[in-house]
């Protein structure tokens, strides 16, 4: 059975409350909900944890590797600034999607830049909460696909 870290960035928190018109009203809870929902259904686990904090993402992240065949990030506003997730993403080697419930590149410029897309196997942004279900089926897909071939 495959596990996947999910991870959600500064201010996911506020979701469903914070700018709808950009976000949409699903909240966190919601979208956990839904993820480990289509985790059981494809036959595999999620382990979720949001933070506001940079170096809370980071230990998880460095943790990943004993637990989790993957990782699934919304790293939020540290997509555009923190090199400190992207390397330790690229040090534990863990096939990474980014998702985004925003379009990135139709919204300002600073926000155009991403620091994971470039060691993410894949990044999906712009269909609002169904980017975190679409992102976790391509994950997952992924990890089925790989472990056969080595099998």
Known sequence: MSSVLVLHGPNLNLLGT??????????????????????????????????????????????????????????AAYTHTSVALRDAIAAVKLPTVEVHLSNIYQREAFRHHSYLAPIAIGQISGFGANSYYLGLQALLTHLREHNAQNV
């Open 18 to 75: 914070r700018e709808p018109g950009v976000y949409g009203s699903v909240t966190l809870k919601e979208i956990n909900a839904q993820l480990m929902a289509l985790a059981q259904q494809m036959g595999s686990e999620v382990e979720i944890l949001q933070s506001n904090h940079e170096g809370v993402l980071v230990d998880a992240i460095q943790n990943a590797p004993e637990k989790h065949d993957g990782i699934l990030i919304n790293a």
